[in-house]
């Protein structure tokens, strides 16, 4: 029997794609999140800042996903916003710490997003043996990865992937990139020579389905596709596909810093993320070329 799975943050851009994968292979799926929704996956309500989560929504689950968190390009860093995009990351976490350890339960497993952002910015390449970074991301990364380790100590088998900038045509850095492209005003972002280390939803989806039933993994990995670009290679490259001209010149950094503050290091700097330890698992990830990846969404 497929095993049942509990996602949370499942309302957002992984989740329901990830619902999707997961019910089309079989596998029970339950949700928990800040609001009840309505709909055919059986939902639960989690209060992270009070630390309250429903056990019952952990009846017959075998691994939880966890994908919660405040979204980090969704609003301008101010310092109340930055606390919530830290806090919603450890406190969930500790949450299903506290939940795990105290409830009867038959998890076995736990997958958690985490982020590229870990590494910070560089030309290096980054692998999963790599030092954390020490920009504001990085420091939230390591700290959701810490609050996330806790949960070895009960016996459980934990998971975290390294998420890099994931492609999908629902939303997310992709359509964000496409829509001045569609509308003939694209142009590289600073001197758009910063690298951008993508993934195709679909391969991400998958990774966490794998990470799911294959006992040996644990720990870190990567998830990206290996095939790091360039700013200026992706604003082509979504050109391309959109059959649209990028000939305007780049939209200078010190624009983007006025306009994004903090934030603008999300698009000015980037960062090489290696695959190669997640690919020594089996994995075989489906989309390592760009252009393959964006012609397969509706852009
Ligand atoms: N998309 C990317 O390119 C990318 C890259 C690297 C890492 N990641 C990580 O992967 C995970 C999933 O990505 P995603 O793109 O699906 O994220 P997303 O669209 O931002 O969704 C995350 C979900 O987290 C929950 N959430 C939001 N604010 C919260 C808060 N203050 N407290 C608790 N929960 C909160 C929401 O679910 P409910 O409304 O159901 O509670 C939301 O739908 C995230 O943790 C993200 O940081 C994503």
Not at 3 to 16: Q, R
Not at 162 to 191: C, F, H, Q, T
Request: aromatic share 8%.
């Amino acid at each position: 029997m497929s095993k049942k799975i509990l996602i949370t943050g499942a309302s957002g851009l992984v989740g329901p794609h990830l619902t999707g994968m997961l019910l089309q292979k079989g596998y029970p799926v339950v949700h928990v999140g800040r609001t009840k929704r309505a709909g055919k996956i059986p939902a639960f309500v989690w209060d992270v800042s009070k630390g309250e989560l429903d056990a019952a929504a952990l009846e017959g689950v075998d691994a939880i996903i966890n994908l919660a968190g405040a979204g980090v390009a969704d609003k301008r860093w101010t310092e109340s916003r930055k606390r919530e995009i830290l806090e919603s990351r450890t406190k969930s976490s500790a949450l299903l710490y506290k939940t795990l350890a105290s409830a009867r339960h038959n998890v076995t497993t736990v997958v958690s997003a985490s982020a590229m952002g870990y590494y910070g910015f560089g030309e290096k390449i980054f692998t999963e043996e790599s030092k954390p970074g020490s920009d504001f991301l990085a420091t939230v990364t390591k700290q959701w990865e810490e609050e996330t380790d806790k949960i070895n100590d009960l016996s459980i088998r934990v998971v975290k992937l390294r998420i890099g900038i994931v492609l999908s045509d629902k939303g997310g850095a992709l359509a964000e990139m496409a829509k001045p492209v569609r509308w003939g005003v694209g142009s590289p972002l600073g001197n758009g020579s910063q690298y951008l280390s993508w993934i195709h939803i679909d391969d991400l989806c998958s990774m966490f389905i794998k990470a799911v039933d294959d006992e040996t993994m644990q720990g870190v990995y990567n998830a990206v596709s290996g095939n790091w670009v360039t700013n200026k290679e992706m604003t082509q490259a979504i050109g391309k596909v959109l059959n649209r001209p990028v000939w305007l010149p780049n939209v200078p950094g010190f624009v983007l810093k006025l306009m994004l503050g903090e934030m603008a290091n999300l698009v000015l700097l980037g960062s090489r993320v290696s695959a190669d330890k997640i690919k020594q698992t089996g994995f075989e990830l489906q989309y390592t070329k760009l252009e393959e990846a964006l012609k397969s969404f509706k852009l």
